[in-house]
């Protein structure tokens, strides 16, 4: 399907999805379940192999040329054995993250190069997803393995109990975020990395056509407003977000960043927070507030400040509020691909009550904030836009 970034037409989106899936099927169906089940039990290596192959930017390395192993063992600065970096190249070519070059002139020093899996975890892969393997071990990694504390007649939050230092109460990950300052950047880049989750073809399946401005609330770096600006070249941005958040995402929109094609011409940076009203944009006729996997990191109380004060700000202007998260249906039936009901359990792990919400609990949700739904766009990812319009009183 070649780069990721571009959309495929919905039709073979489609179709590719419900091959992709039966293949799936088919393979399970072959597997006997308790090699299956060890396999399952296994999975956590591979996410460790990953996050080893990033953290040592092994994948930037072999994108220079095929190496050998003393020459990667040089690269990582290993002092152990070099037979122990060995092992690994061979554990992460099994896994299909790097490959034994054929055309290696030695038999006795064999070489590998990038597969296809460890190209986008170098960090200059226009789809790279080095940070979100970064975000999910060095942040997450000990809140998953505490997610069975979560259940049972003792049931405690699972963030707490793997960062008792940074508990929820006080602020959770976005505490630990703001002490640790790579961390917060790692973050910015990982969710930079949700693009390859169909970004591209969210901005151009979203109802964004409707709007002369979109303001982005908790935008991150940007990365997603600027494919909107990038589509729509005569409407104006807004990025709303924390004061760091802005500062960092600002070294992207310079005239020599990523960002930086002209597009920086009509985007507003505001620093500010989602829970203090005085801090959100004003409404103007023709605005969309729009929120992006924002929503899912709070319980329905929390969303529901923020929601007012998003309808506060309306005011008497003629604006949207288009919400994107995870098309999870309502439970009538499970949703397709399970990487969206793994992403409802991140949001439980990281912030107890935090969710992924179906068609029917955005419904109710919404009509508590005095808004009502207007439309539900699915989108060629795995996400859907929750279009909705505040009520009058």
């Not at 956590?44 to 930037?60: E, G, P, R, V």
Request: hydrophobic letters at 45%; a negative charge; one cysteine or more.
């Amino acid at each position: 399907m070649g780069d990721w970034s571009d959309p495929p037409p919905l039709p073979i989106f489609i179709l590719v999805n419900v091959l992709a899936g039966a293949f799936r099927s088919m393979a399970d169906a072959l597997t006997p379940p308790p090699i299956k089940m060890i396999d399952i039990a296994f999975a956590y290596h591979t996410t460790m192999l990953a996050h080893i192959c990033q953290k040592f930017t092994i994948s930037d390395f072999l994108a220079t040329g095929p190496k050998t192993i003393e020459e990667i063992a040089q690269h990582m600065k290993h002092k152990g054995d070099k037979e122990d970096v060995e092992r690994l190249m061979y554990a992460l070519a099994a896994d299909g993250m790097t490959k034994l070059d054929k055309s290696s002139p030695d038999p006795n020093a064999p070489r590998f190069v990038n597969s296809a899996l460890s190209a986008v975890l170098r960090s200059d892969h226009p789809n790279s997803v080095r940070d979100f393997i970064g975000h999910n071990v060095d942040d997450l990694w000990n809140v998953w393995g505490s997610l069975h504390l979560a259940f049972g007649p003792d049931a405690v939050g699972a963030f707490d109990v793997a960062w008792p230092e940074y508990p929820l109460k006080e602020g959770g990950i976005w505490k630990l975020f703001e002490a640790n300052d790579w961390r917060e950047e790692q973050f910015g880049r990982a969710m930079t990395a949700v693009e390859v989750l169909g970004g591209k073809a969210m901005a151009a399946d979203g109802p964004f056509h409707k709007f002369k401005r979109v303001i982005d609330v908790g935008g991150s770096l940007g990365h997603f407003v600027y494919k909107i600006l990038d589509k729509y070249p005569d409407m104006q941005g807004v990025l709303f977000d924390r004061s760091r958040v802005i500062a960092n995402s600002r070294k992207l929109w310079t005239k020599d960043g990523p960002y930086g094609d002209g597009t920086q011409e009509r985007l507003e940076f505001v620093e500010g927070d989602f829970f203090q009203v005085d801090t959100f944009p004003e409404a103007k006729d023709g605005d969309a507030y729009h929120l992006r996997l924002i929503l899912h990191d709070w319980e329905d109380e929390e969303c529901l400040a923020i929601l007012k004060n998003i309808k506060q700000k309306m005011g008497n202007a003629s604006a949207t509020l288009v919400i994107g998260e995870c098309a999870i249906p309502d439970r009538h039936t499970v949703g397709v691909p399970a990487a969206m009901h793994h992403i409802d359990l991140q949001m439980m792990a990281t912030f107890t009550r935090a969710k992924e919400r179906t068609p029917k609990m955005w419904k109710e949700l919404l009509a508590k904030a005095g808004f009502e739904i207007v439309a539900i766009h699915p989108t060629r990812s795995l996400f859907h836009f929750v279009e909705a319009i505040p009520v009058s009183v």
